[in-house]
């Protein structure tokens, strides 16, 4: 909930987007360019949390400032270069958590929560020199801070006096408003250039005495004597807007004279056509009934427009955001539409689909070469959306930006032509860590995967586990997901399209109905039909399963009883064919050494459908660094003779040490007494790819395909943004023949 604005809606900033998918080119066709992604924990935060919630920059734009609460400190970036940001170093602010950070000339002014209790609430502006790093004066608050915003006069600071969640006031639940004392508006005037002459008036949203004012009671609010001030932006006219997120309303307050101008409410909205039961299915059916939007970040578009991103909090959180003018009316609301960008682009999170689904919370507005553009973030979906919004009434959707876990911060950089997100999801353990990443105004090429639409919903998907060709197509790839979303579902995918589109969404049937498997491969048999590698919880149920072309089930094979018997949790992997008919044989592989086998060797397993026989071969893994970051193999393709196999380490980010495709002779003939050891070839390493795209480097490298005309397809495994970014990285890295070495 804790988001800054940067700076003011009518900034003129050279930017654009790269994500990894567009729907229309900005200005010139230029569109934002993904150039790095760094980690804040090597910032100074070691092994511990360290996170990067709100981001500003110096007024030449080469160092950024960001807040980091976890660790209780403030760190610092030097972005000169902008595809390699350098880390500086932190400022620690001893037992306090800051909350927001501007920069104002040459200070950084960091909001600072001080609060003992949620009674007792108190805070402070820290001004930091941003050269030396020296406080050079602290401001105090009187409440507990949340967001600042600057204008070239003043700067505004939205005091909270957060409620205690665990806290129940008379009459009410667990949780509810009203809990005193109420929060206000600080408002620190910034005329003089010394910090010492900065002056500090508040502005109360309740009477002396702990009432509601009457603009408050007018416009609706559900408790106005507890409006609960959440996110600040100021417009060109020197009015700050105030979003009172938990009291579902806005105020407007005229920074020269302090006076409220007018408070309204963000009213409700039924939102149809969302998933909303968190079920492992990715159900487009279902709605979300006459919900308080709850606006969290709010940023003006213009002097007289306003726009909210709709997070939610305690009752409500419409899945989307709102455009009113400064007078509460509603001029667009996007529905169903931002939660359907999650879908179409592969970033639906389940886990989230029966609370507040991507609840979009960060916003801002700025200008690129004369046309202005909004950028949503999504908290627990990880994207940003970004829309032109030259007609405010009416805007359009131009590009989707896959973002670290978390994206919090959203800040635009006029001068160096940037765009930056600040995360704040940072979990070590599960190899995910908080970072900023930079976008810059550019012509990048546009890899990545979109859906079309099907029954007049985005086709769903994530957690991509395997590629195959589809005989006889130039263009054409067949893709399956995990266990992650149920029932098993054949993708087609067409990559002739920028970027690369899902086309169909072909369920898996067994008796006639939908089946779920924990499907790591798939290949399409030359004569029709597909083969599934499922893996399985344990190893007995894994199983070879054949299917035919309208996806139903016709036959499941199991692994040899021996070799069932010594797989733990990770079992098949991936399968392809070689052949057809008689001649058919289908290629699996294990994902790790089986118990009693020999070290560092894998098995490959070769079954002939005509007589139901299996044929096992050894293949030699790289050893791994630790018993953490083992290897595994993630992937099989056969094509022009050989075998194509994924290696990847359990490692992602700068940890990920091997992401490599290996080449081997499959041998003609079948095997003698015990398990003979293929030998093979490094056919390329994947690692500077994943890291030339300037993105989190992924872990689970799962799938490879080659289409009829040659083109080589990569795609990561997202695990249904569950502990993980969310991304999707689908590139191509040539053709076999430029990709590969012999």
Sequence with gaps: MRWTAGLAAGAVVFAGMSGMATAGAGPEGRLFQRLATYPVHQNGGGDGEAVAEISAVSRDGRTLVYTDAPGKRVGFLDLSVPDRPRGLGTLSLGDAEPTSVAVVGAYALVVIDTSESHTRPSGRIAVIRIKDRKTVRSIELGGQPDSIAVAERYAAVAIENERDEEATPAGGQEGDLPQAPAGFLQILDLKDADPARWGLRKVAFTRADGSALPAFIEAGLDTPQDPEPEYVTINGRGKVAVTLQENNGVAIVDLRTGRIERVFSAGSVTVTGVDTEEDGEISLTGTVEDVPREPDAISWIDDRTLATANEGDWKGGSRGWTVFDDRGNVLWDAGNTFEHLAVRYGHHNDDRAGNKGSEPEGLTVATYKGRRYAFVGSERSNFVAVYDVERPSQPRFVQFLPTNAGPEGLLAVPSRGMFIVSSETDDASAGLRAGVQVFRLGKPEVPGLTSASQNGSPIGWGALSGLSSIPGSRDGLYGVWDSAYKPTKVFTIDTGEKPATITRALTVTKDGAPASYDAEGIAARPGGGFWLASEGAKGPDNRLVRLDASGAVRQEIALPADLASRLGSQGLEGVTVAGSGTSEQVWVTLQRPLAGDPANVVRLGRYTPATGAWAWFGYPIEPSASTANWNGLSEITHVDGRLLL???????????????????????????????????????????????LGGWTQEKVEGLGVTGSGRVWIATDNDAVNDATGETVFFSPGTVRSAFRR
Excluded: C
């Design 646 to 692: 994924v290696e990847r380490d359990k490692a992602s980010g700068p940890a990920a040490a091997h992401k490599k495709v290996y080449a081997v002779d499959p041998p003609a003939k079948a095997p003698g007494a015990g398990l003979p050891v293929l030998t093979k070839r490094s056919a390329r390493d994947l690692l500077p790819d994943l890291r030339g």
